[in-house]
């Protein structure tokens, strides 16, 4: 197979566009008086992360960062912005910008730490169980740099034939195997999780404080 | 096999006719290509172009069309001739109203915050566009067919919630914001049922590429999901903020909601993109429910889309001519207490099923689909008792007690293009 | 299948382009036929009032709102993450419950009973309603 274009040109391209969205819009987070503009702002940042996430060939991730943190959450911070009472005078000028500049080099130097310290786990880790059913129906074949993926299984005496590492196979399905199989436990716990959460978030917007109570002619709004 | 790309042969021929003997079109007899060798990439994005240009424009003149047949038939619902001046059958009437809407004066309220005011047209409008990347319009007439479509479909078609926020308070309106939040309510409150009622068909089909999803269906997904179909189609409706779910520009109480104070091209950007989203839906209810473009022999596929898609159309319309305006606190109530528990049944009677019969033949479908109707309809009625009609609607209103009047004037935004304001 | 995922994408791309340009353009063309007379541009003070259904505005933005929107916003954000997490388990339930039988479904039965209880959670505390009892009483 020919390529039409050059793969690895366009993902770079790619690369550097979404990451330019994302830290242009973060800038504009950061800088910007006007808090609704900000959360705005952070949507388009979500965005580039999401497109990140496409160009990783990630594409689940991609779409659940869409779905999730540009569809739900940006809408529940513009919410908590528009409930804020004095929208007018914009945020507050940063009081301690030394601390949030040393916190945010420790966040990001953690970070760092942590990405390059982990052993990012591979296929080999998995059950064969998960593994027959992650690559059902793909083959992986071929050495070195010349490896593709085909349907159906290799004749060829140079060709290895190798376990697919869910590169290329569609990831979603491959989450959802994932999650059934080796991560049982997280899943179960992710759902305990968002029990907390919705627990929690009732629990402290339960009864609001006197002041707060609504006008009366929004009541029916 | 599946999602080969070069299955998609609109985007296919175009290609190879210009690129010629590539690796790609191997199989194909072009002797030799427009394009000299090495010039790949160009054909590539020639012939993108290409195939967008056609689907951009087909949805935009498919817009035209649709509003001008929404218009027709509402006249027809209300025993009235509906538009019939301009052009026969009154079939250039939209395409005044278009230019009409272009050269009209725009007004932008002192107040507003200028840049989001001019972003949040665009914001809902390149969605509603977006969403038609991924639909089948006929055997490989597709723009992609992501493995992730109708995920990426429920993502795209939920930024539309920002740009509603966005619009409504960059205009500095009450009006609009109070609009905007009713609005958000319902978008939010019925994008979870919606996308949980297609589990089930993911289910079935074993994919959310809606390549598979039409391959999929041995009988259409209808018959086998009655109960997604159900929820889907409900919250499809409300996710448009049509009747009977149009409280968001409910006229009466909110003037036009959160696009008050739009006017000239903007305000027709919103409507584009309603109308749009009216499209983008029909098309998806007829990919995943529908068996899409599938059809049989002599007939080619894409009138088999495009017919049931005019059929879908024509019950939305239907609903929206029929049924009055539902009230807040109805449209939530029925969006979290009874679509979710509905979805939440189909989702696991579905599993049961599938645990049996795991990738079911056509003829399991029909099991299926004959165990799931009673199940629908046993529980869609059980859940209609559950929520009820609450006492106060019935009883007389005491004297301490609320009244919640249901909005009572039951003609909807039918003149949508002739009632921006100002006027002619 | 590597190549395919990134054509497809590149497509995609270059629609969301057009997506956007489409609005853009049709924003400017509006905004340019100002210039040849073609469309009017004569704002006045009245004109570039808030919209209110015809009466003097009387004020812009609302300060205080309705703080039950608050609550669809978390329980949206709350079952739309629930939702995701179906979904890939959906893609691949046909085979995994031929592979594993029941054991795939029992799983997300689980899942589904444990987020059922923050549903009834809410249902109880009058999130899921509108019209709550302090409001009639």
Known sequence: MTPVMEVSALTTIAFWAASAMTLGFAAIVVTQRDVFRAAIALAGSFLGVGILYFVLSAEFVGVVQILVYVGAISVLMAFAVMFIQDIASGSRPAQGRLVGVAAAVLVFAALAFTAYNTEWSSQNELSPDAVVALTEGYYEVGEGDDIRVELTEPAGDNDVVVANGGAFVESTGAVGVLLVREYMLAFEIIGLLLVAALIGGLLLMRNPPSSNKTEKGDASV | MNHLFLDNSLWRNIYCVLAGESAECAARDYSSGFLPGGMEWLAFLLAAAAIIGIVINAVLGGVIVLIWGERRLFGRFQSRTGPNRWGPFGTLTSVADAVKTMFKEDLVPAEADRILFNLAPVLIAAPALLVFSVIPFGVGTYVADLNVGVLFIMAVTSLTTLAVLTAAWSSANRIAILSALRSVALLISYEIPMALALVGVIMLAGSMALGDIIAAQGIPFILVQPLGFFVFFIAAMAEMARAPFDLTEAESELAAGYLNDYASMKFGLFFLAEFMAELSTSAIVTTLFLSGWKGFDPIPSHFWFAAKLIAVLFVIIWFRMTLPRLRVDQVLKFAWKGLFELTMINIIVTAVLIAIWPQPTTGQLWIMAAINWPVAIISIWGVSKLLGTPAYENSQPSADAPTYPVASESIPAASVLGADKGGD | ?137
């Open chain 3, 1 to 137: 299948m590597f190549e395919d995922y990134f054509r497809q994408y590149a497509l995609l791309i270059i629609f969301a382009a057009a997506a956007v340009t489409v609005p853009i353009g049709m924003l400017t063309m509006s905004y340019l036929a100002q210039f040849i007379k073609v469309r009017p541009s004569r704002p006045t003070a009245v004109k570039e009032s808030a919209y209110e259904g015809g009466m003097p505005p009387f004020s812009s933005r609302p300060a205080r709102f309705n703080f039950r929107y608050y609550y669809y916003a978390l329980l949206f954000v709350v079952f739309d993450v629930e939702t995701v997490f179906l979904f890939p388990w959906a893609v691949k339930y046909g085979v995994m419950s031929q592979q594993f039988g029941f054991a795939a479904l029992g799983a997300v039965f689980i899942f589904l009973i444990v987020v059922t209880v923050g549903y009834a959670y809410a249902w109880r505390k009058q999130a899921l309603e509108w019209v709550t009892n302090d409001d009639r009483s």
